[in-house]
């Protein structure tokens, strides 16, 4: 009889015991999810023409991003509310993307000449203030927009205005917002260099 009261009287002990070893495992936090990279996927492209030596000169300056344009990627609930993801990330920075798409389509595909640095030909100043996802109630979307100023070799400037473009997000995850992102950057880029041509053109 003994015996078996003292058993009894173990058994809650070891089982507190047990709990004791197994609440710090409960109150750790769970692991971050791993980072996951991105690039916009943009969408395929005819022949390119090639450069012309005859053809219109154009500067253009480092491409400027808003101070949150970085490598995690965007989203925005509403006209006041935005934030970033902790685990979605772009390879390299949006305003890189930008620039890279910008001369694409000026000087390889429309043959424009490309100057490095100096007055002698106009300046192309762009400012990307979104490259984001859109959450807003009833779209979901994403959205690039750039700020584009034009300035002439006297100084003068020749355009100044801002293009954008959406692309609805067909899916809830990272691939689906840098195809939808892609798609809305190729269509940015064709729009700004329509109007930098119109605006050096004579």
Known sequence: MKSCTSRSRRAPRRLAACLLLLLPAC???SPAAPTRYFEPALPARGLS??????GAALRLRFVRAASHLGAPIVWRSSDVELG??????????????????LAQRLFVEQGMTRVSSGW????????????????????HQARVALQLTLT??????????????????????????????????????DDAQRAVRGAIAP
């Open 84 to 101: 970033a993801y902790d685990d979605l990330r772009w390879n390299a920075l949006p305003a890189e993307f930008v620039e890279q798409e």
């Open 27 to 29: 109150l750790l936090p």
């Open 49 to 54: 023409a090639r450069p012309s030596a005859d």
């Open 120 to 139: 002698d030909a106009p300046v192309l100043d762009v400012m990307l203030t979104a490259f984001e996802e859109q959450r807003v109630p009833g779209s």
């Open 152 to 189: 002439g070799s006297d100084r003068r400037t020749l355009l100044l205005t801002t293009v954008e473009a959406t692309a609805p997000i067909e899916g809830d995850d990272g691939a689906a917002i840098a195809r939808a992102v892609g798609r809305a950057l190729g269509e940015v880029a």
